[in-house]
């Protein structure tokens, strides 16, 4: 929330995060049905883990981003 200047911080914050929310929970599902076809189901885990990595770096760099 502090890369938004405070009259549109709750806006920024919002936006981001729900777009983010439709992004991931509408190919989440398909992506993981066709890993879980074509590759097998711990294939699933890879991707998730793979996401939460690709999470856990966004996170490390929009707090050193100020």
């Known amino acids: 929330s502090e890369l938004y200047p405070t009259n549109v911080r709750y806006t920024g914050s ?3 995060f729900n777009f983010a929310g439709i992004v991931g929970a509408s190919f989440a599902p ?3 049905l066709w890993l ?3 590759f ?4 699933v885990g890879y ?3 793979l996401a939460a990595i ?3 770096i966004a996170t490390y760099l ?3 981003a100020k």
């Open 30 to 32: 398909f992506i993981a």
């Open 54 to 56: 690709i999470s856990l």
């Open 62 to 64: 929009s707090s050193k």
């Open 14 to 16: 919002s936006l981001s």
């Open 47 to 49: 991707y998730l883990a």
């Open 36 to 38: 879980s076809s074509n």
């Open 40 to 43: 097998g189901v711990h294939y």
